[in-house]
């Protein structure tokens, strides 16, 4: 059974650093690229990051280009994403998503969700 | 970015009753279109992908059209359990955007 269980959320205050996780499990982690979506509250869907299977690579939403970094580790089966220069708007349930191809660019799609992790920013 | 706009933002319908919702891509994506579903507290759950391939497990209710820019998502019975937020996702260009939702609930 696939299983995806992010962590590392919580209270942050803005211009603060937050490093989420996402431990996998059920299948093979290097076989697939892997996303971060989240959800502000009430709101929509939005994709922030994608990273193919050997993190070669890479894409970021505009809103957190240059601020967010995500990663993995393949010999940890766990997806990464740093985030740093956190806003209020970036308040939200941050969803890990399992690819259901290999690389970014061979159009898949997200087959597999998270729980989430809630990142709250305020002062 | 592609943007998708999705309609209508909410419905309400009666139990059996032919639902329809619309998304439409700014951009030509092929049929590079996702569709999930969310109900209230849950993570997405993926139904439709490429547009009209139904995911393993899906009940055949479900179905979706479309190519190009102009994209449909039915639910030809609308029962009980269909209760959530629906959102179609353009996966041809990065970033993969997301459309705006379409809440659907019971009359």
């Known amino acids: 059974e696939v299983q995806l269980v992010e962590s590392g959320g919580g209270l942050v205050q803005p211009g603060r650093s937050l490093r989420l996780s996402c431990a996998a499990s059920g299948f093979t982690f290097d076989d697939y690229a892997m996303h971060w979506v989240r959800q502000a509250p009430g709101k929509g869907l939005e994709w922030v990051s994608g990273?193919?299977?050997?993190?070669?690579?890479?894409g970021y939403a505009d809103s957190v280009k240059g601020r967010f970094t995500i990663s993995r580790d393949n010999a940890k089966n766990s997806l990464y994403l740093q985030m740093n220069s956190l806003r209020a708007e970036d308040t939200a349930l941050y969803y890990c998503?399992?690819?259901?191809?290999?690389?970014?660019?061979?159009?898949?799609?997200?087959?597999?969700w998270g729980q989430g992790t809630l990142v709250t920013v305020s002062s | 970015d592609i943007q998708m706009t999705q309609s209508p933002s909410s419905l309400s319908a009666s139990v059996g009753d032919r639902v329809t919702i619309t998304c439409q891509a700014s951009?030509?994506?092929?049929?590079?279109l996702n569709w999930y579903q969310q109900k209230p507290g849950k993570a997405p759950k993926l139904l439709i992908y490429?547009?009209?391939n139904l995911e393993t497990g899906v009940p055949s209710r479900f179905s979706g059209s479309g190519s190009g820019t102009d994209f449909t998502f039915t639910i030809s019975s609308l029962q009980p359990e269909d209760i959530a937020t629906y959102y179609c996702q353009q996966y041809d260009n990065l970033p993969f955007t997301f459309g705006g939702g379409t809440k659907v609930e019971i009359k």
């Open positions: 490429d547009a009209s």
């Open positions: 951009q030509d994506i092929s049929n590079y």
């Open positions: 998503a399992k690819d259901s191809k290999y690389q970014l660019h061979q159009r898949g799609h997200f087959d597999y």
């Open positions: 990273i193919s299977w050997n993190s070669g690579s890479i």
